[in-house]
């Protein structure tokens, strides 16, 4: 990681998949393991918990949030209230911010185009100083989009698969 990168700009797939694998080991959700594509290991894991922990800002948007909250509501009933103590849990601990990023003030072509998850992503890398922020996402075109636009990016298996 270079030095000059001091924040790590948050898609819906990488914390899905950090709160899916604490809701599996630290809940005890088993039948989530299921939904895992990337943490599939402690190793896997750790090393994504050691990629964060280099970032002093880390950030995402409501639109994510609203994502987040989507997969939550599918998950059992019973066990919504937990998942959702473990996310607070998962904020508070990696010091993550919500950035508001409003649809009426965003691109209107990147809406468009990306949706507005995506396009709040996009966004919200332009309030940093060029070179200073990173998306970690695992969606293909926004990473490729992010790339094309001189946005540093990377795909969560990236992180967990060389470290």
Partial sequence: MSTALQVLIF???PLWELFLYRAVHTLGFRRLSTELRYLQTGSYYEKLSHFIAG???????????????AKIIR??????A????????????IGMDEKLLKL???APEL????GAVDASILELSTNYAPGTSLVLSIDGALIRRCKNSGIN????????ATG
Avoid: N, Y
Avoid at 75 to 80: H, K, V
Avoid at 111 to 114: C, D, H, L
Avoid at 153 to 160: F, I, N, P, T
């Fill in 11 to 13: 898609d819906t797939g």
């Fill in 55 to 69: 970032f002093p800002t880390r950030v995402t948007t409501p639109h994510v949030v609203a994502e987040i909250s």
């Fill in 75 to 80: 998950t059992e009933e019973q066990g919504r």
């Fill in 82 to 93: 937990s998942i959702w103590d473990q996310v607070c849990t998962e904020f508070r601990s």
């Fill in 104 to 106: 009426l003030e965003m």
């Fill in 111 to 114: 809406v468009k185009q990306f």
């Fill in 153 to 160: 990016s990377c795909d969560l298996w990236e992180v967990v």
